[in-house]
């Protein structure tokens, strides 16, 4: 007797040990489960059906599993009689669901169904929005399709915009590493595209950092010259005896040193283009030698008398005021009509400041990746800071102060501490003394304002005791360790101030 009543406990112990796993894993289930008895009651929900239907569920529910159980049959598929496998959509209390049905004895021989349930509300409305889009899609072509039977004018409209949007399409191309898409980029962008493609001069004109050499790469890659030599000379960084042997060449014997003769850049790179960077510095010997290129497509090399004919494009490019340096008598008249048969001139940063966020991400990118750096976000504040500063350096200036501010951050963020803006070499005692509240007040914070007065006083002092840092922390109450932090931190150089107060 004792033996049979320990196989019955343990027999009691594995069948409440194999219900209590079957429930865990049916409560472990994402999909609903539902089992009902032969008379539709529900006998158990696992944890899914109680959060969707609730617990105990309304007789709305019970009502809706109900009629599911006595017409589930009728919906089945002729390759699964019993039900097993089958797909059904139904409403269950209002909410659209899918299951599957399937009968079995239960262990006191009851007759039960295991509904398996799904709920498929999202999926119903996105098939209700796409159908919704496709009906609206239809019935605007619909309405196209007669204006344009209708109408043979609105035809040719069309036509003309099409042709218009391919053209704007066409404005972007592979080379264009510009950034920006501010209306004077698009415009800019547009001006390219209208002129690449001639064999005319072009002067690329703007203040220094706008990007000059990039306009000039976007200029030859969308020319009829794209297949051809390119060659880049910038004129201010080569001694002005070299630069004229070095673009025309020279002849054996033409200066000490010159043992055999030696072709110049315009005929190495003849049939190209050649992009001739700061023109506007160059000397007037250069000058008459460049109009001969300008006016008769022809050199002469250095020490030569025969011309050597040549066809090249010439770009060219300068920050200088050509207009006024013929004026000054620097700049030959003649040579600057000649170069300025198209004029491209490229707006300063802060008349374009819309371009300034996309700029942000741009450099960002670049220079996280440069210095293996996990920056991925910069807060307002921050590009508010960015907002309101004039940039005189324009493009340059900010990819530099980027670049700095990505090796400095310390966390995945810039902050407004990481800026460290380049000193304005221009800067005069006058402007740094200038501070004007209004223009700051709604486009910067009260931190960033506070900073901004805080680095024009620190500015003022510099300028007025000649850059001499522990006289300025003196009359400033700071100590001397606490000003040089935060002239760093804005930024500023008193080792500039000093000397630009010694030249003067």
């Not at 899609?137 to 204006?147: D, G, P, R, Y």
């Not at 004029?343 to 700029?359: A, G, H, Q, S, W």
Request: hydrophobic share 40%; net charge neutral; with cysteine.
């Amino acid at each position: 007797m004792p033996y049979k009543n320990l196989t019955l406990s343990n027999a009691e112990d594995e069948v409440l040990r194999l219900s209590t796993n079957w429930q865990t894993l049916l409560d472990a289930m994402p999909e609903m489960v539902f089992l009902l008895r032969d008379d539709g009651t529900v006998q158990y929900m696992n944890r899914s059906a109680k959060t969707c239907f609730g617990n105990p569920c309304p007789q709305s529910v019970h009502e809706s599993l109900k009629e599911a159980r006595n017409n589930y049959r009728e919906k089945l598929h002729p390759a699964a009689p019993n039900g097993e496998g089958t797909i059904v959509e139904d409403l269950i209390a209002s909410t659209p669901v899918e299951y599957s049905a399937v009968p079995f004895v239960g262990y006191t021989g009851e007759q039960l169904i295991m509904l398996i349930m799904r709920d498929i509300t999202q999926r119903k409305n996105f098939e209700r929005e796409l159908l919704q889009f496709n009906t609206s899609i239809e019935t605007i072509l619909e309405q196209k399709i007669n204006e344009l039977q209708a109408s043979e004018e609105m035809r040719l409209r069309l036509s003309r915009q099409v042709n218009s949007l391919k053209s704007q399409l066409g404005h972007y191309h592979k080379a264009d590493k510009m950034v920006g898409r501010s209306r004077k980029m698009r415009e800019l962008r547009e001006m390219i595209h209208q002129v690449s493609s001639s064999d005319a001069t072009i002067l690329i004109t703007g203040e220094s950092g706008t990007g000059k050499e990039l306009v000039a790469n976007l200029v030859k890659a969308t020319s009829t010259r794209d297949d051809k030599p390119f060659l880049k000379i910038n004129c201010n960084a080569i001694n002005d005896s070299l630069l004229e042997a070095d673009l025309f060449g020279y002849e054996k014997g033409a200066f000490t040193g010159a043992q055999s003769r030696k072709i110049g850049k315009f005929e190495v790179v003849d049939g190209g283009t050649i992009f001739l960077d700061e023109i506007g510095d160059i000397s007037p010997r250069m000058q008459v030698a460049l109009l001969r290129v300008l006016q008769n497509g022809e050199i002469i090399r250095v020490g030569g008398t025969e011309p050597v004919k040549v066809s090249v494009r010439v770009i060219a490019a300068t920050n200088v005021d050509l207009a006024q340096a013929v004026k000054e008598k620097k700049f030959r008249l003649d040579l600057y009509y000649r170069l300025n048969i198209i004029n491209i001139d490229i707006p300063p940063l802060r008349e374009r400041k819309e371009d300034i966020v996309e700029l942000v991400s741009h450099f960002v990118n670049h220079y996280r990746e440069a210095f293996k750096k996990e920056i991925d976000f910069v807060p307002k504040s921050t590009i508010n800071r960015l907002l309101a500063h004039d940039w005189p350096g324009n493009v340059r200036e900010l990819e530099n102060l980027i670049q700095r501010a990505v090796l400095m951050a310390k966390g995945k963020m810039i902050t407004e501490t990481d800026l460290i803006f380049d000193q304005d070499p221009g800067m005069t005692p006058e402007k740094a003394e200038s501070f004007d509240i209004d223009e700051k007040l709604g486009a910067l914070a009260l931190k960033s304002i506070v900073a901004d007065f805080e680095a024009a006083i620190i500015q003022r002092a510099l300028h007025k005791y000649n850059g001499n840092v522990s006289t300025a922390a003196n009359q400033l109450k700071i100590g001397k360790t606490a000003l040089y932090d935060k002239i760093k931190q804005h930024g500023i150089s008193a080792k500039s101030i000093k000397q630009s107060k010694k030249s003067n």
